[in-house]
């Protein structure tokens, strides 16, 4: 399974950007998937996190401002980003949970390559 995230930008705080993540690969079941952000000399952090029938949770750093969605067709996540703030800089990637079945059942998951988002004041 491969991971592309696209939509990472510079906005001021206040505004808004989506992210999207699209997931490929044949003969894989994409199951949850999510978000993670970090910055330089931190360790990455959960974002937000959707499963394959759309439950959805999120860091308390971000509720009421972020809203995750995906589209199952698509196997594509979003991230919708209000109210952005400047600690919300960070490079943010996408994560999947995926299986497959080649004899047994097997589970993996893949990162995409990572967006820069830059909220400035």
């Known amino acids: 399974v491969q991971l592309q995230a696209s939509g990472g930008g510079l906005v001021q705080a206040g505004g808004s950007l989506r992210l999207s993540c699209a997931a490929s690969?044949?003969?894989?079941?994409?199951?949850?998937m999510g978000w993670y952000r970090q910055v330089p000399g931190k360790e990455r952090e959960l974002v937000a996190h959707?499963?394959?029938?759309?439950?959805?949770n999120y860091s308390e750093f971000v509720k009421g401002r972020f809203t995750i969605s995906r589209d199952n067709a698509k196997n594509t996540v979003y991230l919708q980003m209000d109210k952005l703030k400047t600690e919300d800089t960070a490079v943010y990637y996408c994560r999947a949970d995926y299986s497959w079945i080649f004899g047994t059942l097997s589970y993996s998951d893949a990162w995409g390559r990572g967006t820069q988002v830059t909220v400035s004041s």
């Open positions: 690969g044949v003969m894989y079941t994409i199951n949850g």
């Open positions: 959707i499963t394959s029938d759309g439950r959805s």
